[in-house]
């Protein structure tokens, strides 16, 4: 029989894959807001709702860890993998807050493009995350991750180009969406930096 190597403490990644589920919720939910821009102030609380329920995730993990004298991978990974986490949400519901107190009259279908590239990096974390236990079809999500990123910075570079040769008078307008773009694009970074933990964590332990 081959020696396994997380022998102990599965509820690790269970609680990592209840992150990631709501990390994705989030994301889910910042699409439906940008897609329907009505009842805005609402939609924002609902999602701080779910980022604080991230929270509690996150501290549980953390709680478990100080707690558990053996762990399934280096503790540091899961330090860094709980934080990491934890700001791919902290970021989607700053995205949604800024939409809010910045009251703007309605989404670019640019900032609608890139809030879709990050329900798609969400969908490939919360997969990547089912699979980390028996390193099952990471790198086809990793590799997903990276290049949504890519996409996301892609589009942000034009549409920050576009604000400032637009010679726009309506420097309030310009700086509200140059801070939208800027923290969407700051997201799929986010989830990036979780695909290359879950890389590392891969490479230490195959």
Same mark, same amino acid.
């Given at each position: $029989?081959?020696? =396994?190597?997380?022998?102990? &403490?599965?509820?690790?990644?269970?609680?990592?894959?209840?992150? %990631?589920? &709501?990390?994705?919720?989030? #994301?889910?939910?910042?699409?439906? $807001?940008?897609?329907?821009?009505?009842? /805005?102030?609402?939609?924002?609380?609902?999602?701080?709702?779910?980022?604080?329920?991230?929270?509690? /995730?996150?501290?549980?993990?953390?709680?478990?860890? &100080? =707690? =558990?004298?053996?762990?399934?991978?280096?503790?540091?990974?899961?330090? %860094?993998? %709980?934080?990491?986490?934890?700001?791919?949400?902290?970021?989607?519901?700053?995205?949604?807050?800024? @939409?809010? @107190?910045?009251?703007?009259?309605?989404?670019?279908?640019?900032?609608?493009?890139?809030?879709?590239?990050?329900?798609?990096?969400?969908? %490939?974390?919360?997969?990547?995350?089912?699979? @980390?236990?028996?390193?099952?079809?990471?790198?086809?999500?990793?590799?997903?991750?990276?290049?949504?990123?890519?996409? #996301?910075?892609?589009?942000?570079?034009? $549409?920050?180009?576009?604000?400032?040769? &637009?010679?726009?008078?309506?420097?309030?307008?310009?700086?509200?969406?140059?801070?939208?773009?800027?923290?969407?694009?700051?997201? #799929? *970074?986010?989830?990036?930096?979780? #695909?290359?933990? /879950?890389? *590392?964590?891969?490479?230490?332990? $195959?």
């Amino acid at each position: $029989m081959a020696f =396994s190597l997380f022998p102990k &403490n599965d509820r690790f990644f269970d609680l990592f894959e209840l992150s %990631a589920s &709501n990390i994705r919720l989030a #994301a889910e939910q910042l699409l439906l $807001m940008v897609k329907d821009f009505s009842n /805005i102030e609402e939609k924002a609380a609902r999602l701080k709702d779910v980022e604080s329920e991230g929270d509690q /995730i996150t501290h549980d993990i953390i709680d478990f860890l &100080n =707690s =558990s004298f053996i762990t399934p991978i280096d503790r540091e990974d899961i330090y %860094a993998l %709980a934080g990491k986490l934890d700001d791919v949400l902290d970021e989607i519901e700053g995205v949604a807050s800024r @939409l809010h @107190l910045f009251a703007v009259q309605k989404p670019t279908p640019e900032c609608i493009e890139l809030v879709e590239i990050v329900v798609k990096a969400t969908e %490939a974390i919360e997969k990547a995350i089912k699979g @980390l236990k028996k390193y099952s079809g990471l790198k086809e999500f990793i590799v997903e991750i990276h290049s949504l990123e890519n996409q #996301a910075d892609q589009i942000t570079r034009k $549409m920050t180009a576009q604000l400032f040769q &637009n010679g726009s008078s309506d420097v309030v307008n310009l700086i509200k969406w140059k801070e939208i773009y800027s923290r969407l694009e700051h997201t #799929a *970074d986010r989830c990036e930096d979780v #695909a290359n933990i /879950i890389e *590392d964590i891969a490479v230490k332990n $195959m």
